[in-house]
Nanobody
């Protein structure tokens, strides 16, 4: 059974930083792409960042490009999302997801398993 557990969310002032983590178990972690998505109140869940199985290929939403960095540690079955220069519009529940394949994808349908989410709140 695959489990994804996010951590690292919290309350931060605009301009600040947070680092999210997602610990995975239940499959051969290093064989699959991973992604981060977020859902703000009253809005649909949207893509944030994705990383291929080896970490060599990454994709970012335009809204976070240059501010967020996705990475993974396959030895620890964990991915990370370093978020810098946070803005109030980054406020959302952040979810990690594990892909069906090794390739990094932006579409939610390309992801098989999802965590429960961690709240990120950015105050102005």
């Amino acid at each position: 059974q695959v489990q994804l557990v996010e951590s690292g969310g919290g309350l931060v002032q605009a301009g600040g930083s947070l680092r999210l983590s997602c610990a995975a178990s239940g499959r051969t972690f290093s064989s699959y792409a991973m992604g981060w998505f977020r859902q703000a109140p009253g809005q649909e869940r949207e893509f944030v960042a994705a990383i291929a199985w080896s970490g060599g290929i990454t994709h970012y939403a335009d809204s976070v490009k240059g501010r967020f960095t996705i990475s993974r540690d396959n030895a620890k079955n964990t991915i990370f999302l370093q978020m810098n220069s946070l803005k109030p519009e980054d406020t959302a529940v952040y979810y990690c997801a594990e892909g069906w394949t090794a390739q990094a994808k932006v579409d939610q349908s390309e992801y098989a398993y999802w965590g429960q989410g961690t709240q990120v709140t950015v105050s102005s």
